[in-house]
């Protein structure tokens, strides 16, 4: 099965009731006017939860003082 992708317009239309297709371009128009940009997400087979240093590891057996 294809993922179906959505354009940065339909994303932020369907923020709206009715899938308000004016005030997407609005914003889009006005993100643009600001000097944003809407560009597509680089997407990467990164693990869900990052390994977290030794460090940091806060499950220790230490008691809580």
Known sequence: MRERKLSAREV????YPSW?????DRLIA???EC????VE???TDAPL???APAHENR???EPIR
């Open 59 to 61: 499950h220790s057996q």
């Open 30 to 32: 006005w993100l643009d």
């Open 41 to 43: 997400k680089q997407h």
């Open 12 to 15: 932020i239309a369907r923020s």
């Open 35 to 38: 000097g944003y940009q809407i």
């Open 49 to 51: 939860v990052p390994n």
């Open 20 to 24: 308000d297709y004016i005030m997407a």
